[in-house]
């Protein structure tokens, strides 16, 4: 799994006073073993998009078989 969070909090408030803090996540996504990515197990908030993937390398998204990774 690869998730993004942001740098950005949420407070919860109990009684007017902040009591904790939520993380916001921005992206996440489900790889097979080797770093096949799960069709259907992504997240993306309002349609952001991380530009690396499995293993952080960057990935082509305009590939012509979808989604490819390079390793050069």
Same mark, same amino acid.
């Given at each position: 799994?690869?998730? /993004?969070? @942001? %740098? ?9 006073? &902040?009591?904790?803090?939520?993380? &916001?996540?921005? /992206?996440?996504? %489900? ?10 197990? @992504?997240? @993306?908030?309002?349609? +952001? ?9 960057? +990935? ?6 979808? @989604?490819? &990774?390079?390793?050069?």
């Amino acid at each position: 799994m690869l998730a /993004t969070v @942001s %740098d950005r909090r949420q407070p919860k408030l109990l009684g007017g006073v &902040v009591d904790y803090y939520k993380p &916001v996540l921005i /992206t996440s996504q %489900d790889y097979y073993p080797f770093g096949m990515e799960m069709p259907g197990r @992504s997240y @993306s908030a309002m349609g +952001a998009l991380y530009r690396f993937g499995f293993n952080g390398k960057e +990935a082509d998204r305009k590939g012509e078989f979808g @989604s490819l &990774v390079h390793y050069d």
